[in-house]
Protein backbone atom coordinates (compact mmCIF):
# COMPACT_ATOMS: atom_id res chain seq x y z
CA UNK A 1 0.00 0.00 0.00
CA UNK A 2 2.73 2.32 -0.79
CA UNK A 3 2.35 5.76 -2.11
CA UNK A 4 5.39 5.23 -4.71
CA UNK A 5 5.57 1.80 -6.11
CA UNK A 6 8.60 -0.41 -6.67
CA UNK A 7 8.92 -3.71 -7.75
CA UNK A 8 9.59 -6.04 -5.08
CA UNK A 9 12.34 -7.45 -6.72
CA UNK A 10 15.22 -7.00 -8.95
CA UNK A 11 18.53 -9.13 -9.62
CA UNK A 12 21.31 -9.42 -11.93
CA UNK A 13 25.00 -11.23 -12.29
CA UNK A 14 28.26 -9.46 -11.18
CA UNK A 15 29.01 -6.51 -13.41
CA UNK A 16 25.47 -6.37 -15.26
CA UNK A 17 23.67 -3.02 -14.52
CA UNK A 18 20.40 -3.09 -12.41
CA UNK A 19 17.37 -0.48 -13.24
CA UNK A 20 14.81 -0.41 -10.14
CA UNK A 21 11.98 2.18 -11.16
CA UNK A 22 9.58 3.83 -8.87
CA UNK A 23 6.00 5.59 -9.88
CA UNK A 24 4.21 8.08 -8.22
CA UNK A 25 1.99 10.74 -8.80
CA UNK A 26 2.13 14.41 -9.84
CA UNK A 27 1.30 15.39 -6.54
CA UNK A 28 4.79 13.62 -5.46
CA UNK A 29 7.83 12.31 -8.30
CA UNK A 30 5.71 14.74 -10.75
CA UNK A 31 6.57 17.55 -9.02
CA UNK A 32 9.06 17.01 -6.56
CA UNK A 33 12.47 15.66 -6.04
CA UNK A 34 13.14 12.11 -5.79
CA UNK A 35 15.51 10.44 -3.54
CA UNK A 36 16.95 6.95 -3.29
CA UNK A 37 18.43 4.76 -0.25
CA UNK A 38 20.13 1.86 0.03
CA UNK A 39 19.03 -0.28 3.40
CA UNK A 40 20.91 -3.72 4.84
CA UNK A 41 18.10 -4.51 7.50
CA UNK A 42 18.90 -4.23 10.99
CA UNK A 43 21.54 -1.02 9.72
CA UNK A 44 21.29 2.47 9.13
CA UNK A 45 19.31 3.42 5.46
CA UNK A 46 22.01 5.10 3.43
CA UNK A 47 21.62 7.97 0.98
CA UNK A 48 22.26 6.83 -2.38
CA UNK A 49 20.55 9.65 -4.58
CA UNK A 50 19.40 13.66 -3.52
CA UNK A 51 17.51 15.52 -5.81
CA UNK A 52 16.84 13.28 -8.74
CA UNK A 53 20.31 12.65 -9.68
CA UNK A 54 22.96 14.36 -6.85
CA UNK A 55 25.51 11.36 -5.63
CA UNK A 56 26.72 12.29 -1.73
CA UNK A 57 30.08 12.07 -1.19
CA UNK A 58 31.40 8.40 -1.05
CA UNK A 59 29.08 7.03 -3.00
CA UNK A 60 30.12 5.47 -6.11
CA UNK A 61 29.39 6.20 -9.47
CA UNK A 62 27.89 3.30 -10.48
CA UNK A 63 24.62 4.03 -8.81
CA UNK A 64 22.82 7.16 -10.68
CA UNK A 65 19.22 8.27 -10.85
CA UNK A 66 17.04 9.77 -13.22
CA UNK A 67 13.43 11.07 -13.38
CA UNK A 68 10.62 11.97 -16.02
CA UNK A 69 7.50 12.89 -15.00
CA UNK A 70 5.87 10.68 -12.42
CA UNK A 71 8.41 8.28 -12.53
CA UNK A 72 11.87 7.59 -11.48
CA UNK A 73 14.52 4.95 -11.85
CA UNK A 74 17.47 4.07 -9.46
CA UNK A 75 20.06 2.35 -12.04
CA UNK A 76 23.10 0.22 -10.43
CA UNK A 77 25.76 -0.38 -13.17
CA UNK A 78 28.89 -2.82 -12.69
CA UNK A 79 26.66 -5.02 -10.17
CA UNK A 80 28.86 -6.19 -6.84
CA UNK A 81 28.44 -8.79 -4.19
CA UNK A 82 28.33 -5.75 -1.85
CA UNK A 83 25.53 -4.29 -3.56
CA UNK A 84 22.60 -6.89 -2.76
CA UNK A 85 20.25 -5.00 -0.45
CA UNK A 86 17.09 -3.32 0.23
CA UNK A 87 16.72 0.01 -2.25
CA UNK A 88 14.00 2.40 -1.76
CA UNK A 89 12.73 5.60 -2.96
CA UNK A 90 11.16 8.38 -1.13
CA UNK A 91 9.51 12.20 -2.17
CA UNK A 92 7.28 14.67 -0.74
CA UNK A 93 3.83 14.37 -1.72
CA UNK A 94 2.24 18.06 -1.64
CA UNK A 95 -1.23 16.71 -1.98
CA UNK A 96 -0.78 14.51 0.97
CA UNK A 97 1.54 17.10 3.06
CA UNK A 98 4.13 14.04 4.00
CA UNK A 99 6.67 12.41 3.02
CA UNK A 100 5.93 9.15 1.17
CA UNK A 101 7.57 6.07 0.32
CA UNK A 102 8.70 3.25 -1.63
CA UNK A 103 7.78 -0.25 -0.63
CA UNK A 104 11.06 -0.97 -1.41
CA UNK A 105 12.97 -3.57 -4.00
CA UNK A 106 15.33 -6.33 -2.66
CA UNK A 107 18.55 -6.29 -5.45
CA UNK A 108 20.06 -9.85 -5.48
CA UNK A 109 22.95 -10.34 -7.04
CA UNK A 110 23.08 -13.80 -8.70
CA UNK B 1 27.78 12.21 12.43
CA UNK B 2 26.02 9.20 14.38
CA UNK B 3 22.21 8.85 15.44
CA UNK B 4 21.24 6.45 18.47
CA UNK B 5 17.45 5.54 18.82
CA UNK B 6 16.62 4.20 22.15
CA UNK B 7 13.60 3.35 24.20
CA UNK B 8 11.70 0.77 26.05
CA UNK B 9 10.95 -2.31 23.02
CA UNK B 10 7.98 -2.98 24.57
CA UNK B 11 4.81 -0.35 25.20
CA UNK B 12 1.25 -1.84 26.47
CA UNK B 13 -2.14 -0.52 24.13
CA UNK B 14 -2.87 2.72 25.32
CA UNK B 15 0.03 3.79 26.38
CA UNK B 16 2.74 6.44 25.25
CA UNK B 17 5.79 5.23 23.01
CA UNK B 18 8.59 7.39 24.18
CA UNK B 19 11.74 7.42 22.27
CA UNK B 20 15.36 9.09 22.28
CA UNK B 21 17.72 10.03 19.34
CA UNK B 22 21.07 10.28 20.57
CA UNK B 23 23.45 12.80 18.63
CA UNK B 24 26.80 12.64 18.30
CA UNK B 25 29.47 14.51 15.82
CA UNK B 26 26.74 17.47 15.39
CA UNK B 27 24.84 19.40 17.69
CA UNK B 28 21.24 19.52 17.77
CA UNK B 29 20.79 23.17 17.95
CA UNK B 30 22.85 24.34 15.71
CA UNK B 31 23.17 25.29 11.74
CA UNK B 32 20.38 24.57 9.46
CA UNK B 33 19.26 21.72 11.63
CA UNK B 34 16.25 19.62 10.83
CA UNK B 35 15.72 16.34 12.97
CA UNK B 36 13.03 13.63 11.87
CA UNK B 37 11.05 10.76 13.18
CA UNK B 38 10.04 7.51 10.89
CA UNK B 39 9.19 3.93 11.08
CA UNK B 40 8.78 0.92 9.71
CA UNK B 41 5.73 -1.53 10.26
CA UNK B 42 6.52 -5.21 10.10
CA UNK B 43 6.24 -6.19 6.36
CA UNK B 44 5.28 -2.31 5.31
CA UNK B 45 6.94 0.38 3.69
CA UNK B 46 8.56 3.27 5.18
CA UNK B 47 6.50 6.01 6.80
CA UNK B 48 7.16 9.54 7.98
CA UNK B 49 5.89 10.90 11.15
CA UNK B 50 7.04 13.72 12.18
CA UNK B 51 10.65 16.65 11.56
CA UNK B 52 11.31 19.39 13.96
CA UNK B 53 13.86 22.13 13.37
CA UNK B 54 16.38 22.93 16.17
CA UNK B 55 14.60 26.02 16.93
CA UNK B 56 11.15 24.01 17.32
CA UNK B 57 9.11 24.42 14.44
CA UNK B 58 7.20 20.64 14.13
CA UNK B 59 6.17 19.10 11.07
CA UNK B 60 3.38 16.21 11.63
CA UNK B 61 2.38 13.58 9.52
CA UNK B 62 -1.22 14.50 9.35
CA UNK B 63 -2.74 11.14 10.07
CA UNK B 64 -0.38 10.87 13.09
CA UNK B 65 -0.71 14.32 14.17
CA UNK B 66 -2.92 14.02 17.17
CA UNK B 67 -0.90 11.69 18.83
CA UNK B 68 2.50 12.78 18.25
CA UNK B 69 5.24 15.18 19.83
CA UNK B 70 8.73 15.57 18.70
CA UNK B 71 10.90 17.97 20.34
CA UNK B 72 14.86 18.97 20.48
CA UNK B 73 16.74 18.81 24.13
CA UNK B 74 19.67 21.24 23.07
CA UNK B 75 21.29 20.49 26.66
CA UNK B 76 21.33 16.80 26.15
CA UNK B 77 21.81 16.79 22.24
CA UNK B 78 18.70 14.80 21.31
CA UNK B 79 15.59 15.09 19.47
CA UNK B 80 12.63 13.38 21.18
CA UNK B 81 9.68 11.51 20.22
CA UNK B 82 6.12 10.75 22.34
CA UNK B 83 3.73 8.71 20.49
CA UNK B 84 0.21 8.38 22.68
CA UNK B 85 -2.52 5.82 23.21
CA UNK B 86 -0.43 3.52 20.98
CA UNK B 87 -2.03 0.18 19.73
CA UNK B 88 -0.93 -2.98 17.66
CA UNK B 89 -0.69 -0.90 14.65
CA UNK B 90 2.33 1.23 15.80
CA UNK B 91 4.17 -1.59 16.55
CA UNK B 92 7.33 -0.49 14.45
CA UNK B 93 11.12 -0.24 13.86
CA UNK B 94 11.17 3.66 14.27
CA UNK B 95 14.41 5.43 12.75
CA UNK B 96 15.53 8.79 13.78
CA UNK B 97 17.04 11.14 10.90
CA UNK B 98 19.04 14.43 10.18
CA UNK B 99 17.41 16.06 7.44
CA UNK B 100 20.54 18.19 5.10
CA UNK B 101 19.08 21.24 3.10
CA UNK B 102 19.55 22.65 -0.21
CA UNK B 103 17.90 23.77 -3.39
CA UNK B 104 15.05 25.01 -1.83
CA UNK B 105 14.48 21.74 -0.36
CA UNK B 106 15.02 19.19 2.79
CA UNK B 107 15.56 15.69 2.57
CA UNK B 108 16.77 12.13 5.22
CA UNK B 109 20.72 12.83 5.17
CA UNK B 110 21.58 10.44 8.47
CA UNK B 111 19.57 7.76 9.52
CA UNK B 112 20.25 5.94 12.78
CA UNK B 113 20.02 2.15 13.01
CA UNK B 114 16.22 2.17 14.22
CA UNK B 115 14.73 0.86 17.56
CA UNK B 116 11.86 -2.08 17.35
CA UNK B 117 9.25 -1.62 19.31
CA UNK B 118 6.08 -3.17 20.19
CA UNK B 119 2.89 -2.67 21.28
CA UNK B 120 1.53 -5.57 23.46
CA UNK B 121 -0.32 -6.50 26.76
Known amino acids: QSVLTQPPSASGTPGQRVTISCSGS????????IYWYQHFPGTAPKLLIY???QRPSGVPDRFSGSKSGTSASLAISGLRSEDEADYFC???????????FGGGTKVTVL | LQLQESGPGLVKPSETLSLTCTVS??????????WGWLRQSPGKGLEWIAT???????YYNPSLRSRVTVSVDTSNNHVSLKMKFVVAADTAVYFC??????????????WGQGSLVSVSS
Open chain 2, 97 to 110: ARLDTGYGTSWFES
Open chain 2, 25 to 34: GASVGSGDCY
Open chain 2, 52 to 58: VSCIGTT
Open chain 1, 26 to 33: SSNIGTNY
Open chain 1, 51 to 53: VNN
Open chain 1, 90 to 100: AAWDAGLSQWV
